[in-house]
């Protein structure tokens, strides 16, 4: 998939050449998987989730959305592990703006710097008004 000038990452600021360049590749590999936007995200709202071992190489591979703690830990590990088809399988648009305040709290800065950048929506309200 070609990189979208809309989801842009802006360039990193105040480090070193090769530093820069390994986080400009870092952010660059998030980008990549986002959707074109929130509303593609139709993943399961209810029920048990089975997440494949390429999303889930790590730890638990089976999340009840029922129970809040199992729901944050889905999302977190779609967020990073997940792949541009995985996001709208695996997340749901409602849930994930519903999450979003905390989420954004778990997951790395670089997903939430990503992930903010390229939907609005998702942001602060400080970080909006900016």
């Given at each position: ?59 638990m591979t ?9 729901r944050m ?58």
């Amino acid at each position: 998939m070609p990189p979208s000038s809309q989801h842009a990452a802006p360039p990193p600021r105040d480090l070193p050449g090769a530093d820069a360049d390994d986080l400009a590749l870092y952010r660059e590999k998030f980008r990549r998987r986002l959707p074109e936007s929130l509303d593609e995200l139709h993943g399961p709202t209810h029920g048990v989730v089975e997440l494949p071992l390429h999303v889930a190489w790590s730890g638990m591979t089976s999340y009840d959305l029922g129970k809040p703690r199992q729901r944050m830990g889905l999302y977190r590990t779609v967020l990073h592990e997940g792949l541009h088809d995985d996001l709208p399988r695996y997340l749901n648009q409602d849930l994930l703006l519903q999450l979003w305040p905390v989420l954004r709290t778990l997951v790395g800065r670089t997903v939430r710097t990503v992930w903010e950048d390229a939907f609005p929506q998702l942001a602060t309200p400080t970080k909006a008004a900016a």
